[in-house]
Structures are given as structure tokens and as C-alpha cells.
Nanobody
Framework: QVQVVESGGGLVQPGGSLRLSCTTSISISSISAMSWYRQVPGKQRDLVAGVSSGGSTNYADSVKGRFTISRGSAKNTVYLQMNSLKPEDTAVYYC??????????WGQGTQVTVSS
């Protein structure tokens, strides 16, 4: 059974930092990209950042310069370093693993709350 597991969420004050981690059991050779999305109640799930198997990255405009996505040395792990957090970054963050056979797998989500 495919596993996509996120960790690292929590409560942080405005201006603070958090690092999210996502690890998958999917074979590294089958991974085409790994991405982070976020969702608040009543709204659609939006892309935050993504990284391809070749290392190309992309970011939502709202997080550029504050968030950094990177892949671990094992290549089946992706991180999201979040700095200068704002209350509007509060959301459930989901990891998505895209495969070479055109199937996407999602994690269960991790809550990030930015509040004083």
C-alpha cells in the first residue's frame, strides 16, 4: 500500500518558522514530482510549492521569498521550510506525490496555525 506521510505542523507565532516533511513509500524511479498544497475550510486546495524529479521548483506568489521546497538526499522525502509566517498561512498542508504513471497520491495533511 502506498504511503505518503507528512509531519512538522503545529502552532507558531507570526514571523516564526516551521519545517514540514513528507516521506513516501513510492519507488523513487516512479516519482515525477513532489508538491505541497494547502487548504482552509470552505476553500479549494491550492498549490504552495513543487519540485520536479529534475530539481525544478515553483512557488505560489504568496510564498515566494519566504518558503523553500527541497528534496531529501534519499529523494523520497520532500521538505517545506516556511519562514516569516503570517496568519494567512494558517491551513492544512498536504503533500502530493506525482508519478510517472500519471497517478497522484496525497498525504493525510498536517495543520499549520500561525497565531499570537
Amino acid at each position: 500500500q502506498v504511503q505518503v506521510v507528512e509531519s512538522g505542523g503545529g502552532l507558531v507565532q507570526p514571523g516564526g518558522s516551521l519545517r514540514l516533511s513528507c516521506t513516501t513509500s513510492i519507488s523513487i524511479s516512479s516519482i515525477s514530482a513532489m508538491s505541497w498544497y494547502r487548504q482552509v475550510p470552505g476553500k479549494q486546495r491550492d498549490l504552495v510549492a513543487g519540485v520536479s524529479s529534475g530539481g525544478s521548483t515553483n512557488y505560489a506568489d504568496s510564498v515566494k521569498g519566504r518558503f523553500t521546497i527541497s528534496r531529501g538526499s534519499a529523494k523520497n522525502t520532500v521538505y517545506l521550510q516556511m519562514n516569516s509566517l503570517k496568519p494567512e498561512d494558517t491551513a492544512v498542508y498536504y503533500c502530493r506525490v506525482s508519478t510517472t504513471y500519471l497517478v497522484h497520491y496525497w498525504g493525510q495533511g498536517t495543520q499549520v496555525t500561525v497565531s499570537s
